[in-house]
Structure formats: C-alpha cells, structure tokens
C-alpha cells in the first residue's frame, strides 16, 4: 500500500465480521474476527507493522465493513476502496454456520447480499463523480470442469461501456493481474506489480468507453 499512499492515493479496505464475531477495532492478524485469509492487506508489513495487533496504520485503513455506509454519507471515503464480504455472503460452498434468517443456499445468499449492499455504493455521490465498482470473485469451482475457470466479474461505473444501464461483454482473456495492471493505470501507480507488468497481460480497458 506504499506505492498509493506515495502516490497520494488515499485507501481503505472493509472487511465484514463472520456471522457471530464482534466488531473489530483492532488490526485483525487471525480468525478471530474473519477469514484473514480474504484480507491480503493485513498481510503486507507496511501495514501490520510488525504483526502488531495495535498496528495504527492497520487500524486506521482496515474497517469493519459497517463504517462503509457512514463514510459515503459524509463523502470521507477513500480514493480505493477493497471490500471483503464474510464467509456467509461471499458465496464460498459449504459454509455454516449463517444468520437463520438468510437463505441456506451459498449463491442465493451471496445474490442477496450484494441486491443490497451494491445500491449503497452505486448511489453514492463519490460512485455518481466518476466512480467505479469491480465485484470480482477470487476462485473458480473447487472441482469439476470449471475448476480453473472462468471466474465472475461485473464492472459498474459511468465510464464503463453501457453506462451502466446496458449489458456489454467481450470474448478477451483476464485474470487477477488484468485487474491489477487497470487500477495501477488509473491511479498512476508504479512500478507494475508482478504479472500486472508484463506486457501480455492485457488490462481491462475495453470495458470501459
């Protein structure tokens, strides 16, 4: 996260508590709280300083996903923003236990929870100024034939092609570091990060106008 905050690049990542865990105001280094395993950030030393718990760079950009809705209604938040939904909404197979009240289907519960979630950010003025959402799984299918892909991503944004309000698709090879290679371009972020700097990987800029 060095290279953003260089960069004059202000960033936060939310991570929503399992179902059943307190509120985080800590630098969450284990499973207390979630699945650290979704939350690379708490990973890199320029943030954990030290595996600190009490890491205030940690503390001050790694959020329970709850401030999310209060920081977009005071327009506090930040330039890049990385979500984490928790075990029981990311639509991980075989994950229990889950609120009773939610659907005990993983696809049906992830659906739901992003039918409510997206509108809170895509209504927002900082989304309406030229934002852009990226809802990206992280694996494929655990096995079968599509155990190696493709891999879910939509994109929202009023620069993205159909604005929004139209579907638009094409047929060209991504993976993780395409979507790597699009943000460091937008904000200007150098050097390319690993595979993001190779040439062959191609960015995502087709889906945008």
Same mark, same amino acid.
């Given at each position: ?35 650290? =395993? ?5 990973? !890199? &030393? /320029?943030?954990?300083? @030290?595996?600190?718990?009490? *890491? ?82 992280? =694996? ?5 034939? !599509? &155990? /190696?892909?493709?891999? @879910?991503?939509?994109?929202? *944004? ?52």
């Amino acid at each position: 996260m060095k290279l953003l905050e260089e960069a004059g690049i202000s960033w936060r990542a939310y991570a929503e508590p399992d179902f059943g865990a307190p509120v985080y105001d800590t630098c969450p280094l284990d499973f207390t709280y979630l699945d650290v =395993e979704h939350l690379a950030f708490v990973y !890199f &030393s /320029d943030v954990n300083q @030290g595996l600190n718990p009490k *890491s205030r760079e940690c503390i001050t950009h790694v959020r329970p996903y709850y401030q999310l809705a209060t920081d977009l209604a005071n327009q506090t938040s930040a330039q890049y923003n990385f979500i984490t939904p928790n075990l029981c909404h990311d639509g991980h197979e075989d994950v229990s236990p889950c609120d009773k009240t939610e659907s005990s289907n993983n696809t049906l519960r992830s659906d739901q929870w992003l039918k409510q979630n997206v509108p809170l950010i895509t209504e927002s003025a900082e989304y309406k100024a030229g934002g852009a959402l990226f809802i990206i799984w992280d =694996e494929a299918e655990d096995s079968g034939g !599509f &155990s /190696d892909g493709p891999i @879910g991503m939509f994109l929202l *944004s009023p620069f993205a092609k159909g604005s929004g309000k139209k579907a638009y698709s094409n047929s060209i090879y991504y993976d993780h570091s395409s979507t790597l290679k699009t943000l460091q371009e937008i904000f200007g972020v150098t050097p390319l990060l690993g595979a993001a700097g190779d040439a062959a990987t191609v960015d995502l800029s087709d889906l945008f106008k």
